[in-house]
């Protein structure tokens, strides 16, 4: 499973439920690579989306304790829950979108993160954890640096050397 995440310099990803900054670049890399895979985020996170509705062309599942009925998405009521439902698919093709919180509970089981890191602090109120300051996390891969009206940004692919299996 892998995370996908843009990250500013103090690893913020999001203030009042929004993205801190939307890059083109890193718009179509998400699209990428989630179209025809698993998504799987929480409550805000999926508010967040447009119009609020599940992402097209991908299996989309919530975290939530709300009773939620909408077309293409799948609900689930815990960690539990949703460990048990991600076992029908292939871990390959499983995204976690966020948001913070369901970062945080998922990450022990993340096999990568894939990290958007924007060199700018961007005043975000939602954190992703520092994978730098982590010893079971190493950078495996690493783009050259872009540029988008002045903000220098990269993508990085962590890999978790010490995977909680479910």
Same mark, same amino acid.
């Given at each position: 499973? *892998?995370?996908?995440?843009?990250?500013?310099?103090?690893?913020?990803?999001?203030?009042?439920?929004?993205?801190?900054?939307?890059?083109?670049?890193?718009?179509?890399?998400? =699209?990428?690579?989630?179209?025809?895979?698993?998504? #799987?985020?929480?409550?805000?996170?999926?508010?967040?989306? @447009?119009?609020?509705?599940?992402?097209?062309?991908?299996?989309?599942?919530? *975290?939530?304790?709300?009773?939620?009925? &909408?077309?293409?998405?799948?609900?689930?009521?815990?960690?539990?829950?949703? *460990?048990?439902?991600?076992? =029908?698919?292939?871990?390959?093709?499983?995204?976690?979108?966020?948001?913070?919180?369901?970062?945080?509970?998922?990450?022990?089981? &993340?096999?990568?993160?894939?990290?958007?890191?924007?060199?700018?602090? *961007?005043?975000?109120?939602?954190?992703?954890?520092?994978?730098?300051?982590?010893?079971?996390?190493?950078?495996?891969?690493?783009? @050259?640096?872009?540029?988008?009206?002045?903000?220098?940004?990269?993508?990085?692919?962590?890999?978790?050397?010490?995977?909680?299996? #479910?």
């Amino acid at each position: 499973m *892998l995370d996908l995440v843009a990250v500013d310099n103090k690893w913020g990803i999001g203030k009042n439920n929004d993205l801190l900054i939307r890059i083109p670049k890193d718009t179509k890399f998400f =699209k990428e690579v989630t179209v025809g895979n698993i998504v #799987f985020m929480g409550k805000n996170t999926l508010d967040s989306l @447009p119009r609020g509705k599940p992402l097209k062309n991908r299996v989309n599942i919530v *975290l939530t304790s709300k009773e939620i009925e &909408m077309d293409n998405l799948i609900v689930v009521h815990s960690v539990e829950e949703l *460990l048990k439902e991600l076992k =029908k698919y292939d871990t390959e093709k499983i995204y976690n979108i966020g948001g913070g919180k369901i970062f945080e509970q998922m990450l022990d089981y &993340m096999d990568y993160s894939l990290v958007t890191k924007i060199e700018k602090d *961007l005043d975000a109120d939602t954190f992703y954890p520092n994978l730098d300051e982590m010893d079971n996390w190493e950078v495996v891969a690493e783009s @050259p640096e872009h540029e988008y009206k002045g903000i220098k940004y990269k993508f990085l692919k962590y890999k978790n050397n010490n995977v909680k299996k #479910f």
